[in-house]
């Protein structure tokens, strides 16, 4: 147990002596404060809200309170004005704190609320033929580090890639490729050669109208199951995909389903017919909807007038697949904040079909990718390629590896793991519905709030670990003083705060919580690096010290790890 836990019980106890049984430990644990500086103690509790349940003044409540709580690992309680102010033995903290994680290991923090329910994620999620736009990374990163905080918190998460794999694009394309297509340029340039493709047919079509109507034509035949058709579609989606997995092997993401729209074509007739079955279906201008008055939004199409299904359609067959496929805890979707209407549109319509599992899906937004304060997008023929940004991310760390540690030993891989790191990082210390301004600089520099900066710093720790000679050991025996710095004290609050950071990550689908506690994590640890000797100290001190650094290599990796990012020894 945290040691504010056990603070917090003693507190809720000595409350109910005083009569006050409203307040159980985990709510005084909610109301505890750091004092604003040291000589106050390590922590305060405030008086205020009861004055009215005891009808007394809050410090006359302070004063009564403060004799009533002692015992471990409480050293000292003072009253202040309105507050109880405790003094913590901080030697006997922090060896708890730093034994708990050394014997918890890389399971530190981790609890098993989710009982093993599964929890699919819709991440990534590019269109087949088009290029993997950033929007696509950001829904990778963010899906990716959500799977892995879920984890932590005993759910098995299900990495669903639901390719955008069909739709009228797909006619248009086949219409393309066999009038201008060329079967070696598709394969060695895929996405660019099939956007070419795709652009072409455009700009064609504004003289030639009757493409337009081919297109139509081969999309109906890909729907009507032509030979040719599905073939072309095929190829065209299987070379998609294994340029896509480039990126997906380069930043280490994985999927347990690249069940794209295209898998629930035979899926969406027996949705059509449960909503027309609950009289649910309306007519409008020929085509089917779902109205949604009563909830103030616009109606969801189903079915266009040609008989066509549509996103929404395959969304509904798609959340009823999961549902009954996995049995779900909860099904996250992570999409961009401007399919928020869509989403909701979905659960509403879930609701009235009287599923009550709708209350269990997630649509997790996020906002843009900026350059310059513009969209960052792929614009007619002019694409910012993905794979371009990590390729020069892992050039730029390999000059500055060439430059600071040319003796490293694989090189190509740190560089890797740095270079994506860093774009990986970059994202996810920003809350997810903030937009995102794209920097270089930002983005790679071994100082301020960076992947190379954590990663840095992790491996400083490891490197220190090596030089003292460190043995692992769960066992923690603290000389009196080891530990008994401001830096070391700051180092051992954060350490006993990550089960907590990982809780508010996991309520509110954040990774960026993550991010900002290892960038502080880090910090401190450099600053007990900096102010506090180790390798000089006589060795009861030196390993004391060395244990809580282990502490520190453990919680930085693991959090490097939740986010995505590898954490090199070595750099
Ligand atoms: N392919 C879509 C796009 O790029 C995203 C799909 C998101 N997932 C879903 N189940 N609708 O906009």
């Known amino acids: 147990m945290s040691y504010k836990h056990q603070v917090a019980e003693m507190i809720s106890a000595a409350l109910s002596k005083q009569g006050v049984d409203t307040l159980g430990a985990e709510q005084v644990r909610n109301m505890l404060e750091t004092p604003p500086n040291p000589a106050m103690g390590d922590i305060a509790f405030p008086c205020f809200q009861l004055a009215k349940a005891l009808r007394k003044a809050p410090p006359v409540i302070a004063a009564e309170l403060a004799p009533l709580i002692s015992g471990t690992p409480v050293r000292e309680v003072q009253a202040a004005g309105p507050y109880v102010n405790i003094f913590l033995d901080q030697q006997s903290v922090a060896a708890e704190v730093v034994g708990t994680i050394l014997s918890a290991g890389a399971a530190y923090g981790s609890r098993d609320i989710g009982k093993g329910r599964k929890v699919p994620i819709d991440l990534s999620s590019p269109n087949i033929a088009k290029p993997f736009s950033m929007g696509h990374l950001r ?194 979707y992570v999409v961009g904040n401007e399919q928020r209407l869509h989403f909701q549109q979905l659960y509403k319509v879930l609701e009235k079909m009287g599923f ?96 190379p900066y954590v990663q840095y710093t992790h491996a400083r720790a490891c490197s220190l670990l090596r030089k003292g000679g460190y043995v692992p050991s769960a066992a923690v025996s603290l000389p009196q003083d080891a530990l008994d710095s401001k830096e070391a004290w700051a180092v051992v609050t954060l350490l006993n705060a990550f089960p907590e950071v990982i809780d508010r990550a996991a309520n509110g689908f954040d990774p960026s919580q993550i991010g900002k506690y290892v960038i502080d994590l880090a910090q401190a640890f450099n600053k007990f690096y900096a102010n506090v000797r180790i390798l000089a100290e006589e060795d009861a001190v030196k390993n004391a010290r060395l244990q809580l650094v282990a502490a520190v290599v453990t919680v930085l990796k693991e959090g490097l790890r939740i986010l995505g990012l590898a954490a090199p020894e070595e750099m």
């Open 139 to 332: 829904s990778t990163v963010i899906g990716n580090a959500i799977a892995n905080i879920m984890e932590k918190h005993g759910y098995q998460p299900v990495r669903i890639n639901h390719l955008g794999d069909w739709g009228t694009q797909f006619g248009k394309l086949i219409v393309a490729y066999r009038l201008w297509g060329d079967e070696a340029k598709v394969k060695a340039e895929p996405i660019k050669e099939l956007l070419s493709l795709y652009v072409r047919f455009h700009e064609e079509a504004e003289n030639d109208p009757s493409l337009e109507d081919q297109g139509r034509e081969w999309f109906k035949k890909l729907e009507d199951g032509d030979a040719e058709a599905l073939h072309l579609w095929q190829w065209f989606r299987d070379e998609s995909l294994k340029e896509f997995m480039k990126i997906y092997d380069l930043m280490n993401v994985s999927f347990d389903s690249t069940h794209g729209e295209a898998f629930y074509n035979d899926k969406m007739d027996r949705v059509v017919a449960m909503l027309e079955e609950k009289g649910l279906l309306t007519e409008s201008d020929g085509a089917m909807v779902v109205t949604l008055d009563e909830y103030d939004m616009p109606p969801s199409l189903i079915k266009k007038s040609d008989g066509a299904t549509l996103y929404a359609t395959r969304d509904l067959a798609a959340a009823l697949y999961r549902h009954e496929t996995y049995d779900f805890a909860k099904a996250l």
């Open 356 to 451: 009550e599992w709708a209350k269990e899906m997630h649509h997790i937004p996020f906002g843009m990718m900026l350059k310059d304060g513009k969209k960052m997008s792929t614009r007619k023929g002019k694409v910012v390629l993905l794979e371009e940004v990590l390729s020069q991310a892992i050039e730029d760390v390999k000059k500055v590896i060439e430059e600071k540690n040319p003796g490293l030993a694989n090189k190509e891989e740190v560089a890797r793991q740095v270079g994506v790191g860093a774009v990986i990082f970059h994202d996810l210390k920003n809350y997810r519905l903030n937009d995102i301004n794209f920097s270089w600089e930002e983005m790679l520099t071994f100082e301020g709030e960076t992947g």
